[in-house]
């Protein structure tokens, strides 16, 4: 491709450093992954405070992954040193290979920053979205490299998570999902590649299936909330059950993805559920509120059903 400009479809010697948009739990983390990996990253949101919080984090889980030998201190102090926050846009945007977009499930607002994106970005670098409701066709064309977009999706917590998926758009060409497959190894991820794009991807399809199912047995009173995640992980082998697994990851998070899907499909079953809907209204979104299906303590114990 002619934005390309490189040898072989898997030549990573030509990303060398990555922006990351929006410093929220995934973000940063992902900033994080990329810093470790031997990039250097610079993280981007619009609220210093919001970097600030990043900033603590992160540094707090690198001192315990040192304080438990799961990390080596002086290779920590070298990732931190190849890790820049900061929140001009268009300062960072200037001199990258890869742009990582995780900002808030807007679907406007996420256009309204590849807009910006491309005006400042090198013609070369990649853009992809971390978005699981939004498919790359629904936001390539704020930019004028449809060919260099797709989505490379992480999980929550991505420092953790091993799977990576990539979701390449109608105009994504093959040596953009070639580079993206290649990178998510280089940064010890699992690349899982859809062959179309489709709303919520691979996993988050089947763990909605099963996440719905789960609301709908519980406020058709069949069973509890802490029954229902007991039966998932005794029976079916989870590692945590659906409602504990909402909480730990943020109940808005599923409940905007929904009305997303909702507002695409008018399909009623993919409006978010009375009950979400009713924790997101009352602002209980999880563990990082301290309530949501669950309560907890303010080192995040979990105390019990709420």
């Not at 973000?27 to 210093?48: K, M, P, T």
């Not at 945007?93 to 256009?111: F, G, M, Q, S, Y």
């Not at 082998?237 to 504990?244: A, D, L």
Request: glycine share 8%; hydrophobic share 40%.
């Amino acid at each position: 491709m002619e934005h390309l400009g490189r040898e072989s479809p898997n030549d990573l010697a030509t990303i060398k450093r990555i922006l990351v948009v929006g410093a929220g739990a995934m973000g940063s983390q992902i900033a994080l992954v990329c810093a470790r990996a031997g990039y250097e990253v610079l993280c981007h949101d619009v609220a210093e405070s919001s970097l600030e919080r990043a900033r603590k984090d992160l540094r707090s889980r690198s001192a315990r992954d040192v304080a438990k030998g799961r990390r080596d201190a002086g290779q920590e102090a070298a990732v931190f040193r190849r890790l820049v926050f900061g929140t001009d846009l268009d300062a960072l945007a200037r001199d990258v290979d890869l742009v990582i977009e995780a900002a808030v499930e807007n679907l406007d607002l996420k256009r309204r920053i590849f807009a910006q994106l491309e005006e400042v970005a090198p013609k070369h670098a990649i853009f992809a979205t971390n978005s699981s409701s939004f498919v790359p066709s629904k936001l390539a064309d704020a930019t004028s490299r449809p060919d260099l977009f797709c989505n490379i999706h992480f999980f929550n917590p991505a420092l953790v998570m091993k799977c990576v998926e990539i979701v390449a758009g109608p105009e994504t060409s093959a040596e953009t999902v070639e580079l993206a497959k290649a990178f998510v190894v280089r940064i010890g991820k699992e690349p899982v590649v859809l062959k179309k794009e489709i709303p919520g991807f691979i996993a988050n399809r089947i763990l909605n299936a099963v996440r719905d199912e789960a609301v709908f047995l519980y406020e058709n009173g069949v069973a509890s909330v802490d029954s229902i995640d007991a039966a998932c992980r005794t029976a079916l082998g989870y590692p945590m059950g659906p409602f504990e697994l909402m909480d730990l990851t943020g109940i808005d998070i599923g409940y905007f993805t929904k009305k997303a899907r909702f507002a695409e499909t008018n399909d009623p079953k993919d409006a978010p559920s009375r009950s979400v809907t009713e924790l997101v209204e009352r602002g209980d979104l999880g563990r990082k509120t301290g309530r949501g299906w669950y309560e907890y303590a303010e080192d995040g114990t979990p105390l019990g059903p709420a």
